[in-house]
């Protein structure tokens, strides 16, 4: 098996993992929704306004994903750095992504030539789509994903973020945060409402397993550091 990669069978067996969850996710949404829109997300994550929903204009609607990570918020960065197609991934289904189309190849392992971050780069979600450019960065600590200026934008389109949050807990662990913010735009088409209803479990999906992939790959290496 080459570096870092997953072996064929635990490729199968966590696109299995993913087709179950996304079933349950879509058949039970209506009901889940209030628990897996804010998954792992505490009172105090829901309560603060974070960098990422500066470039959203208000009214808008926040979903906060979270989880704890044994490992310094320093050693997690750098699996945040790497993120994207044709970088090291979006370390959740690869199996799912590509079904869609998307040839996507997870790496499990730190490549210092994809650590390079700055505003204004664009991270491909996929391949026959625009990228999303970086709108705010504090290395070490968060990258923010949406236009900074949209004066031009759509007004029937909703103009969205998407963040990930590196926040310390102590000098051995850290809290690894996901959130997306959409506008609220009033007399939105019926075709807007349905496909915005339907993209929300499938980001409960991707963004659960990212952000376990990421503490199980971020506390592998903190336990054998020499590996």
């Not at 998954?39 to 829901?46: H, I, S, T, V």
């Not at 007004?155 to 807990?169: A, G, K, L, N, Q």
Request: hydrophobic share 40%; with cysteine.
């Amino acid at each position: 098996m080459a570096r870092g990669r997953r072996s064929r069978l635990r490729f199968v067996a966590e696109g299995v993992e993913g087709a179950a969850i996304m079933l349950g996710a879509l058949s039970t949404w209506p009901v889940s929704k209030r628990w897996l829109d804010n998954w792992g997300a505490r009172p105090a994550d829901l309560g603060r306004a974070w960098p990422g929903d500066a470039l959203v204009p208000p009214p808008q609607e926040n979903h906060t994903r979270a989880i704890d990570i044994e490992a310094p918020a320093a050693e997690v960065w750098p699996w945040i750095a790497q993120f994207g197609m044709r970088k090291a991934g979006f370390y959740s289904y690869e199996l799912l992504e590509r079904v869609v189309g998307i040839p996507v190849e997870n790496l499990e392992y730190i490549e210092p030539a994809m650590q390079s971050l700055d505003v204004g780069d664009e991270i491909l979600l996929h391949p026959k789509a625009p990228g999303i450019p970086v709108g705010l960065l504090e290395p070490g600590s968060y990258v923010c994903f949406g236009k900074r200026d949209d004066a031009d934008a759509s007004t029937d389109t909703p103009r969205r973020s998407w963040s990930i949050y590196v926040e310390p807990m102590s000098a051995s662990s850290c809290r690894l945060i996901v959130r997306s913010s959409i506008e609220r735009v009033a007399g939105a088409s019926v075709l807007a409402r349905v496909a915005g209803r339907l993209e929300q479990p499938v980001d409960f999906v991707m963004e659960q397993r990212l952000l376990r992939t990421v503490k199980r790959l971020a506390e592998e290496a903190a336990r054998n550091p020499l590996s």
